[in-house]
T-cell receptor, first 114, second 114 residues
Framework: GDSVTQMEGPVTLSEEAFLTINCTYT??????LFWYVQYPGEGLQLLLK???ADDKGSNKGFEATYRKETTSFHLEKGSVQVSDSAVYFC?????????????WGLGTSLAVNP | DSGVTQTPKHLITATGQRVTLRCSPR?????VYWYQQSLDQGLQFLIQ???????AKGNILERFSAQQFPDLHSELNLSSLELGDSALYFC?????????????FGPGTRLTVL
């Protein structure tokens, strides 16, 4: 079945460091890919998405490129801030079939120190 | 603030009991999704309703049920509670029935079963 694998956390960085959170997926067909973020004590928010191969999603300085050849959607940010401390979830929707539910990774916790 | 509200924020109850979680979607959104987030299982999709009708089902136990009312609010009923049901329960809403539309998450209800 469809699945999403994220790198395990927690990830701890200093402010202004470069961030990469790896995400790979397994799915038949051509899934749409998402990154959601969960700030402490809050619900999840959509951070960015990409719906086809080679698409790049970007928001708030974060970027991720849909790589079909490596089945990956790694999240990157050039210079993290303390306010980026949160849990990041990679997810996919398989566009084949009728039951189009979000399939989630387990989440990666990021802590940014000043 | 996503515009999705959930009540109560916290719920503490005993094994064998029954609870009801409530969700009000964003104004105008027709779809409501329920998720369970636990430490060992991550984020699991439970069920989706669209304009009052069940649209998709995920890993929802038979002890759990949900419905969406004519005013579009939704309730998730959990019965014969077990210790393992302790989790954060999120509701999300989106404008249309397809999961390709961005989902907006509520702050969650934290359920503790003692």
């Amino acid at each position: 079945g469809d699945s999403v694998t994220q790198m395990e956390g927690p990830v701890t960085l200093s402010e202004e460091a470069f961030l990469t959170i790896n995400c790979t997926y397994t799915a038949t067909g051509y899934p749409s890919l998402f990154w959601y973020v969960q700030y402490p004590g809050e619900g999840l928010q959509l951070l960015l998405k990409a719906t086809k191969a080679d698409d790049k999603g970007s928001n708030k300085g974060f970027e991720a490129t849909y790589r079909k050849e490596t089945t990956s959607f790694h999240l990157e940010k050039g210079s993290v801030q303390v306010s980026d401390s949160a849990v990041y979830f990679c997810a996919l929707i398989n566009n084949a079939g009728n039951n189009r539910k979000l399939i989630w990774g387990l989440g990666t916790s990021l802590a940014v120190n000043p | 603030d996503s515009g999705v509200t959930q009540t109560p924020k916290h719920l503490i109850t005993a094994t064998g009991q029954r609870v009801t979680l409530r969700c009000s979607p964003r104004s105008g959104d027709l779809s409501v999704y329920w998720y369970q987030q636990s430490l060992d299982q991550g984020l699991q999709f439970l069920i989706q309703y669209y304009n009052g009708e069940e649209r998709a089902k995920g890993n929802i136990l038979e002890r759990f049920s949900a419905q969406q009312f004519p005013d579009l609010h939704s309730e998730l009923n959990l019965s014969s509670l077990e210790l393992g049901d302790s989790a954060l329960y999120f509701c999300a809403s989106s404008a249309l029935g397809s999961v390709h539309n961005e989902q907006f998450f509520g702050p969650g209800t934290r359920l503790t079963v003692l």
